[in-house]
């Protein structure tokens, strides 16, 4: 959009030893706290230009997942941080920040340095736990612009801060391409070859794709399929479930896969089913929709007031079978016609998420939201 931009990433870093642990027992710390292993490469700063813009990785040592970082610690990455810039004679004029922990100290710090503008987008790392943890009070009273992923979220954030204006609403793009490409008509819906079902994310327990996979086999019909698509440390164990559900010739598990090629899935497939906790706001429901298909989405999730349950897509609780059956039994109970109408009212919102029009929109609520 004509702005320089400057990209500072500081994610956590764990002792050596963690990396050097074997892989079933990462895979087990992995799904006991459900998150991915970072790599050990992931441990080194670095430097890189992406797509014109400078990205900065300053990794922060953390003993243990979740940790909060004191307040000296915080204090020396923002001179890290602040180096960085002083050298490149760059003073920043807007200071941007995702993640209670440790960008909204980060950005409290720094902004404060320049006398820049300042925001804070929260992604369901604001309830009142973490709000004492991360000092988020005392932090949030020097940044100008509050955000959440959701209004679900936008309305917990509002009451856990006591704040007097419901936090804007940051939503994530899709690439410009995607969008550009998407279908225009919805008419792939007849089910004439079978229902094709689709997962897109992470092998990770609260995305409950065991839920999906039980979900499936208590209405699927012989010509149906369910493709997996992802990895992470529960690949093993959902691929044990497949085997016990009898259903090994009617799931397939692709692993990890390039984003064209994710695409390509969802444009050959129709029903897209993710219903993990704590969903804030998955970019993957927007590609989904852009290629027409029926999206299943979290309630009181990310999507939940995007899509709109039986007119644009579907809500389930999240991990819960008997509602993710009972809608599947609604589809599958609709006529064709009816089913095309939904996949084409996904198609009609999805196209006004691109990257492009989403940047503009939360651009534009961090500017006019200032002290």
Known sequence: MGHCVKVMHCPSKFPLFYYLLPSFIKN??????????????????????????????IPMLKFYPGQAFSRKHMQRQSNKISRILDKLSFRP???????????????????????????????????????????????????????????????????NLSLNDLPFICYSGAPNDAVESAEQKCTKHDYRDGIKYIFVGSLIKRKHLDVVMKAFSKVADHDDRLLIVGGGP??????????????????????????????????????????????????????????????????????DGIIVDGDNGFICGPGNEEELISIYRRIKSMTVQERNDIGQKAISLAVHFSEREVAERYLNDVLERQL
């Open 28 to 57: 087990a710390v992995s799904g006991r706290i459900s998150t991915m292993t970072p790599p050990k490469e992931s441990r080194r700063e670095l430097h890189r230009d992406e797509n014109g813009v400078d990205v900065y990785r």
């Open 234 to 303: 529960e690949e093993e164990t959902l691929k044990k479930l497949a085997i016990e559900l009898q259903l090994g010739d009617r799931i397939h598990f692709t692993g990890r896969i390039p984003r064209e090629k994710v695409l390509d899935c969802m444009k050959e497939n129709q029903i897209f089913t993710l219903i993990s906790d704590d969903e804030t706001y998955g970019m993957v429901y927007i590609e989904a929709m852009l290629q027409g298909c029926l999206t299943i989405a979290s309630k009181k999730g990310g999507f």
């Open 93 to 159: 004029s807007v200071v941007i920040g995702h993640f209670a922990n440790p960008s909204a100290e980060l950005v409290s710090i720094i902004s404060k340095r320049y006398g820049a503008k300042s925001s804070i987008v929260f992604h369901h790392d604001c309830d009142e736990k973490e709000v004492e943890k991360y000092r988020l009070k005392e932090n949030c009273e020097n940044i100008g612009a509050i955000g959440a992923r959701s209004i679900t979220e936008a309305k917990e954030v509002q009451a």
